[in-house]
C-alpha cells in the first residue's frame, strides 16, 4: 500500500508565503514524478506544478515566478514554495505521485488534500 500525507497548508493573507509538503511511504518500487494540483470550489482540478526523477518541472502559468517545486528523492518527498500568493490561489492542494510500487502497475496516487486560502 502507498501512502501520501500531506502538510503545511493553512491561511495567509495576500503577498504572504506557505510551504507544503508532501511524503510517499509504503510498498513503492520507483518514483518517475511527483507533483502539486488544485481544486477551487466550482472549479476542475488542475496542474499547478510537477517534477519528475530526472530533474524536469513544469509550472502552471498563473504560478509560474512565483511557486517553485523541489524534491527529496531519498526521502520522497515533494514541496511546493509558495510565494506572492494571491487570492485566486485559495485551493484544495493535492500531492500527486506517478509511482511503481512494488507489486502492480505504475500508476497515479493521491494525497487527502491540504486548504491553502488566501484572504485579508
Known amino acids: 500500500q502507498v501512502q501520501l500525507v500531506e502538510s503545511g497548508g493553512g491561511w495567509v493573507q495576500p503577498g504572504g508565503s506557505l510551504r507544503l509538503s508532501c511524503a510517499a511511504s509504503?510498498?513503492?518500487?520507483?518514483?518517475?514524478?511527483m507533483g502539486w494540483y488544485r481544486q477551487a470550489p466550482g472549479k476542475q482540478r488542475e496542474l499547478v506544478a510537477r517534477?519528475?526523477?530526472?530533474?524536469?518541472?513544469d509550472y502552471a502559468d498563473s504560478v509560474q515566478g512565483r511557486f517553485t517545486i523541489s524534491r527529496e528523492n531519498a526521502k520522497n518527498t515533494v514541496y511546493l514554495q509558495m510565494n506572492s500568493l494571491k487570492p485566486e490561489d485559495t485551493a484544495v492542494y493535492y500531492c500527486?505521485?506517478?509511482?511503481?510500487?512494488?507489486?502492480?502497475?505504475?500508476?497515479?496516487?493521491w494525497g487527502q488534500g491540504t486548504q491553502v486560502t488566501v484572504s485579508s
Open positions: 500527486n505521485a506517478d509511482l511503481f510500487p512494488l507489486y502492480g502497475s505504475r500508476r497515479d496516487y
Open positions: 509504503g510498498s513503492i518500487y520507483s518514483i518517475y514524478g
Open positions: 517534477t519528475t526523477s530526472g530533474g524536469r518541472t
